[in-house]
């Protein structure tokens, strides 16, 4: 079929919920703004004369490091809580690969990416590699929300409640080790973001499927091959 052709068979398919593509967004949001933050923390690179006290540079960059990081752990928190309650596209078993079909498709998706096969693998939501990979950066993000909570815990007031986190300092292996890890942490997150930007661009358009458009609207717009193939499997996606 001509790219004309297929263009008048597109089909648009609601992928992207509200919830989804908000804590996607507020995920983005937060993340930059503690890189940002965190970086000035952990090397204060703005220099101040006179008193500390007159500037509270680094007391800013802590406290707009502390409303980020509620913001990205709500923001996570409600994004698993979505895993059970969404749409077929946003739930737990999109990330998980527990069934044949999308156990093979991690293998069919290598093999397209690395022009193996000709056709990427018919999946309407996440494709079964991606899927893998976003558990991956779910766990680093709860690596990074314990190893903060565990930092906080350190700074805080002993009747206050986030001193109830002390539990998670010898869990991390110390102080020094939660700093260490959490300052690895980001920047894994942002070789991920950067990598996640242009796979997610480049795939949309090898596959014309909208799919930088589709976290801003919820909608994919999927060409009839894939449409067809996508629909034979959704019940087993
Ligand atoms: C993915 C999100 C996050 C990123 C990228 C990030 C980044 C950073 C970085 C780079 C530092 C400086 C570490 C160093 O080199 O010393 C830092 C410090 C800190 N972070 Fe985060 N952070 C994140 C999430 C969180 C969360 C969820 C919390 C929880 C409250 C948190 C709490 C803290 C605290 C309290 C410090 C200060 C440690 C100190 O006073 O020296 N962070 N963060």
Known sequence: MSIEAEHIHMERVYVWEVPVRLSHWLIVVSLLVLSVTGLYIGNPFIPVSGEATQHFVMGTMKSIHFVAAMVFTLSVLWRIVWMFVGNPYARWN????????????IWNTIAFYTFLHRDSPAFVGHNPLAGVVYTVVF??????????????????????????????????????????????????????????????????????????DSIFSGYKVLTPDVARRARKHIEED
Do not use: D
């Open 139 to 212: 766990g680093l993000f709860a690596v990074m929300i314990a190893t903060g909570f565990a930092l906080s815990a350190a700074n805080a007031h002993m009747n206050a409640m986030l001193s109830g986190f002390q539990f998670l300092i010898p869990l991390c292996g110390g102080l020094q080790m939660a700093r260490f890890i959490h300052h690895v942490g980001m920047w894994l997150l942002l070789g991920f973001a950067a990598h996640h930007f242009w796979s997610a661009f480049l795939v949309g358009t090898v596959e014309r499927s909208s799919l930088l």
């Open 94 to 105: 999109e990330f998980l690969p527990v069934s044949k079909r999308r156990l093979v498709g």
